[in-house]
């Protein structure tokens, strides 16, 4: 029997860590449930039943609401064409390329405009082929429209169910780690902030030079062994992909283009970390003579478009927000005054981009005396400034924790969306005080407008840790898109219906 064929069979111990090998059959059940082919065909399924339903609800709303005859609708059988026909245009905008590694904002960009010119291109066929025959365009537009909420919200809760499943340790890809202890971690903690658990690291391959780096960088992974012995220790964990750092070896090179190749020979899918990359909000395209990645910026006028897209955002919410402000206000401020007799408002100070103090109103949430509180209490004070926020705070009024539960504490924030001086969307305001823990990332935090709600909100609101949200912050800066914007949206409603991480 060769070594290889040794180390698939049998228990094997690498640095001290015991590895179990998996059987032939469960090999095969695991490769077959996290198999990127299985979840395009899922994705495809529901992409085929939300059109689907989106067609029977249009043609019914159409005879029965519109009170269009049946035969003046569409062609006999129209559906056959156009259901398959979006499935195409999806496909084309790479809407089944591997979904499960794309993020939110990206499969809301391709969705939509993947409806868009489904839609576009119906119009000009029916202009072209149906011109003659009778045809609703009625039915085409209020398809449009179902075929838009029910493809989103099917392909969201696709994500949702398999961010479940991941959580739970079912559907993962068996991963392997490989390279630098740095370049791992960095990659592990880009993960652990945006909470995606879609693999199931089984253990780090690293240079013998640090191995006890590695431990200490990874410590919840084992290290199994070195670069050189991917090969037997993916055949004895049955792993179905690496997580490649950049190499550290001296033929690194050399090592990489043999290590693509044999997996390519054994149907293991590799990834290659850069924490350049990682942070680089670029578009990309595959230069097919070299083999290189063209990295380019987004277009000046995509840039302009999303600005206004953004600011068309503020104004509609802060106008919305602002009249629910004006309607609430008799009523919590009736509610605040019987508490405590104290002020109604109170204004949050923060910094501006341009290093100036600003001023956001909000209703009081805490007791006239809350600083002075704070001042006396030294074991409070301590808890306060590590984390800026304190779970049962005694500060906080009755009437404070409703309000703050469901966030209507911010409504008169809306004021200030509406003006300009902060955005719906965008980072954490931050305060004077709160300045040094950015250290050299503070000019970056101040180069854009903070907002109401933001990426550390919807990723667990109070629960996450300070560190936490200041990575989510630079990933907000770095990543920004008007799609983003829109997903941070929904997320937030989500999360203030169900009061998730609120005190």
């Known amino acids: 029997m060769s070594t290889r064929e040794n180390l698939a069979s049998r228990p094997v111990e690498l640095l001290g860590h015991a590895v179990k090998p998996v059987q032939r059959s469960s090999h095969v059940r695991l490769r077959l449930i996290a198999s990127p082919l299985l979840h395009k065909a899922v994705y495809l399924a529901g992409d085929l039943f939300s059109i689907t339903l989106a067609h029977r609800l249009a043609f019914w709303m159409a005879e029965h609401l519109l009170l269009i005859p049946r035969n003046a609708l569409n062609p006999f059988d129209y559906y056959r064409f156009y259901i398959p026909f979006f499935a195409v245009i999806l496909y084309l905008f790479d809407g089944y390329k591997s979904p499960e590694l794309r993020r939110p904002e990206k499969e809301l960009e391709r969705s939509c405009q993947a409806i868009a010119v489904s839609f576009l291109g119906l119009v000009l066929f029916n202009f072209v082929v149906f011109r003659s025959q009778a045809f609703s365009r009625y039915l085409l537009v209020t398809w449009f429209v179902l075929a838009a909420i029910s493809l989103i919200s099917t392909r969201f809760a696709l994500r949702g169910t398999y961010g479940k499943l991941w959580k739970a340790g079912l559907c993962r890809r068996r991963t392997i780690l490989v390279g630098s202890a740095a370049g791992l971690s960095g990659y592990r903690q880009l993960l652990l902030v945006q909470r995606h658990h879609a693999f199931e690291f089984v253990g780090v391959l690293t240079n013998s030079a640090s191995h006890s780096s590695s431990q200490a960088a990874i410590p919840d992974v084992p290290v199994l062994g070195t670069l050189d012995e991917w090969e037997s220790v993916l055949k004895t964990t049955g792993a179905n ?65 999303q600005g206004f897209l953004k600011r068309s955002l ?107 001086d902060i955005s719906l969307v965008g980072p954490r305001t931050i305060t004077r005080a709160q300045e040094k823990r950015y250290g050299p990332l ?62």
Not at 262 to 291: I, K, M, P, Q, W
Not at 459 to 482: C, N, P
Request: proline letters at 5%; glycine letters at 6%; charged letters at 25%.
């Open 314 to 420: 503020d104004v509609s919410v802060g106008l919305i927000g602002s009249i629910a402000t004006v309607v609430l206000t008799p009523v919590i401020g009736l509610l605040i005054k019987l508490e405590d007799g104290g002020p109604i408002f109170y204004r949050s100070i923060y910094v501006r981009p341009n290093r100036q103090d600003g001023y956001y109103p909000k209703f009081r949430t805490m007791r006239v005396d809350a600083d002075e509180i704070l001042t006396r209490d030294s074991e409070l004070r301590t808890r306060f400034e590590k984390q800026h926020k304190l779970v049962s705070d005694p500060r906080v009024t009755r009437v404070g924790r409703f309000l703050r539960k469901y966030s209507l504490d911010e409504f008169p924030s809306f004021f200030s969306i509406l003006r300009g």
């Open 442 to 503: 503070l000019p970056k935090l101040l180069s854009v407008k903070p907002g109401l709600t933001g990426l550390w909100q919807v990723m667990g609101r109070q629960t996450t840790s300070y560190e936490a949200k200041v990575q989510l912050d630079m990933f907000y800066i770095d990543h920004w898109s008007i799609w983003l914007d829109l997903v941070i949206v929904f997320k937030t409603l989500w999360a203030v219906v169900r009061a998730e991480g609120a005190y």
């Open 241 to 305: 992909t690496l997580i490649v750092a950049a190499p550290t070896s001296s033929n690194g090179d050399a090592w990489f283009t043999e290590l693509l190749a044999r997996c390519r020979e054994l149907r293991v899918a590799v990834e290659l970390y850069s924490g350049v990359l990682a942070t680089a909000n670029l578009n990309y395209e595959h230069d097919e003579f070299s083999g290189c990645l063209l990295f380019y910026p987004q277009p000046r006028w995509s840039i302009i478009l």
